[in-house]
């Protein structure tokens, strides 16, 4: 019967939560009885017209009585606030090294890029034991990708970009919902997690239509988008040069300091003028409305792989780094679905 009402259990995240669930529940239960049952002896003890004594009690039994439940009180609260406040904060950053996962919501739709290039519509195929990084964005209103199993909720919202990650611990396919009501269609915005044994994933990929991964889709975005006009090593334009770049720390116009990571790269895509490297001038147009979302993801694989190690130690500038997280797949290319392929796309809808 409990089975029968709580999902599976298919991560790890998903037992750390469910033994803070259960914790809560025993604790708030045995309270709960504490509390009935001294009210039900009170009730008969002290009734009206029993002969039980009454009175105050002595200032020494209820000054520690008091001292002691409120002492014990305040230790449970902090102990489930830094149990439960340490295991959210270890959700919120995924370990080193792990599967990077590019997700787009759409009305009604999820889209899914794998480093590689796959890309898959509704659908997300990953390796078992394998910690997985989604990188999400909206490319209209507010959605929430929601994997009960995992037991996984992360509001996707339009203009910035929002992370989480999963180990799934069992092979097989679990739903995937959208959480958040985002439209007519809100209720057909289905999607499942196909996990797979690591060796299967990798012969996944391999059976997939040979693609392009982000970085190299980036790297033409780059030229034909006009970006190489300013920033490219050649460019007489005086415009930050993208090699290194990425995951250093630069200063700011106006005194402060930033970190280059995917939200600093997508503001200065989107709105150039808020945060001006210091020592540029403020030319850059705004490409609002003119990239998508997944050509500022595609472009920013780029400006990462400027920034991935090579055998010789510097920063590739030439195509994108696409380490093999699993035994058997290629690092240098791995084959990808063609965009726009359907699965499980909602009838009438586009990629």
Request: include cysteine; proline fraction near 7%.
């Amino acid at each position: 019967m409990l089975g029968a009402l709580i999902p599976e259990s298919a991560s790890s995240q998903a037992a750390a939560t469910d033994r803070i669930f259960f914790a809560l529940l025993a604790l708030s239960g045995a309270i709960l009885l504490l509390v009935l049952s001294l009210v039900i002896v009170f009730a008969i003890r002290y009734r009206r017209g029993s002969s039980a004594r009454r009175g105050e009690l002595p200032a020494l039994v209820s000054r520690e009585f008091e001292i002691g439940w409120t002492a014990a009180t305040l230790f449970v609260f902090v102990f489930l606030f830094w149990w439960a406040g340490s295991s959210q904060l270890h959700a919120l950053v995924a370990p080193p090294g792990a599967l990077e996962i590019h997700v787009v919501a759409k009305q009604w739709m999820w889209k899914t890029q794998h480093p590689q290039g796959a890309r898959e519509i509704n659908e997300l195929h990953v390796p078992v034991d394998t910690p997985v990084r989604l990188v999400m964005s909206s490319q209209d209103v507010i959605h929430s990708f929601f994997v009960p199993a995992f037991r996984l909720k992360k509001d996707v919202v339009p203009g910035r970009y929002t992370e989480s990650w999963f180990t799934a611990t069992k092979t097989g396919v679990f739903h995937l919902f959208c959480a958040e009501y985002c439209g007519t269609d809100h209720a057909r915005m289905l999607g499942r997690i196909v996990v797979m044994p690591q060796d299967a994933y990798a012969r996944w990929l391999q059976a997939q239509t040979e693609g392009d991964d982000l970085g190299r889709e980036g790297e033409r975005l780059f030229v034909s988008r006009g970006c190489s006009g300013c920033h490219a090593a050649a460019s007489s334009v005086h415009a930050p040069r993208f090699a290194g770049l990425y995951g250093s720390t630069v200063p700011l116009a106006d005194g402060r300091w930033a970190v280059v990571d995917d939200a600093y790269i997508r503001d200065s895509i989107l709105q150039p003028a808020r945060d001006v490297a210091a020592g540029y001038e403020p030319i850059m147009p705004s490409f609002a409305g003119i990239l998508s979302d997944g050509e500022i993801l595609a472009l920013t694989a780029y400006i990462r792989s400027l920034a991935a190690p090579t055998e010789t130690g510097a920063g590739r500038a030439g195509a994108a780094s696409s380490p093999s997280l699993v035994p058997g797949t290629p690092a240098e290319r791995s084959p990808s679905m063609k965009p726009g392929a359907s699965i499980g796309r909602p009838a009438g809808a586009s990629p």
